[in-house]
């Protein structure tokens, strides 16, 4: 009998209008899709937030709650789960990048044959003048 194997593809798109922009103190959200391309179900399967320097995580929510836990939950072949990746632009120090990638990897028990598309990021635009910003 073979090993049970999975395709895992993520997608990540910015939620917002325009292109990928925020200023310290913005709240940025991005919305991660997670598709099985089969063959086997994958099992243990979760998301964990990408966050960049730049950054300060607030939330990820999953559309079915076990996919945001460590434990996971289970991925059919042809089915999706999707996630709203909530950061905070925190700071952006003088001399640093002007531009941040922010986004979902996903990790599964279940060995997955193709790697390269288990990373979905956005790159946000840092616009302004540099500074931080605390929370209140």
């Given at each position: 009998m073979a090993d049970t194997e999975?395709?895992?593809?993520?997608?990540?798109?910015?939620v917002g209008h325009g292109v990928p922009r925020a200023a310290v103190g913005d709240?940025?959200?991005?919305?991660?899709t997670l598709t099985n391309l089969g063959p086997e179900t994958a099992a243990g399967t979760f998301f964990v937030a990408?966050?960049?320097?730049?950054?300060?995580?607030?939330?990820?929510?999953?559309?079915?709650a076990s996919f945001c836990s460590?434990?996971?939950?289970?991925?059919?072949?042809?089915?999706?789960?999707t996630a709203t990746v909530?950061?905070?632009?925190?700071c952006f120090?003088?001399?640093?990048s002007r531009s941040a990638a922010a986004g979902a990897t996903v990790v599964s028990t279940t060995p997955d044959s193709h790697l390269d598309n288990n990373t979905a990021s956005?790159?946000?635009?840092i616009v302004g003048p540099h500074g931080f910003s605390f929370p209140g």
């Amino acid at each position: 009998m073979a090993d049970t194997e999975a395709d895992l593809s993520v997608t990540a798109t910015w939620v917002g209008h325009g292109v990928p922009r925020a200023a310290v103190g913005d709240a940025v959200t991005y919305a991660v899709t997670l598709t099985n391309l089969g063959p086997e179900t994958a099992a243990g399967t979760f998301f964990v937030a990408a966050t960049p320097d730049q950054f300060n995580p607030v939330s990820l929510t999953c559309s079915d709650a076990s996919f945001c836990s460590s434990s996971g939950g289970e991925l059919a072949p042809g089915a999706t789960v999707t996630a709203t990746v909530v950061d905070v632009v925190c700071c952006f120090p003088k001399g640093e990048s002007r531009s941040a990638a922010a986004g979902a990897t996903v990790v599964s028990t279940t060995p997955d044959s193709h790697l390269d598309n288990n990373t979905a990021s956005v790159v946000t635009k840092i616009v302004g003048p540099h500074g931080f910003s605390f929370p209140g």
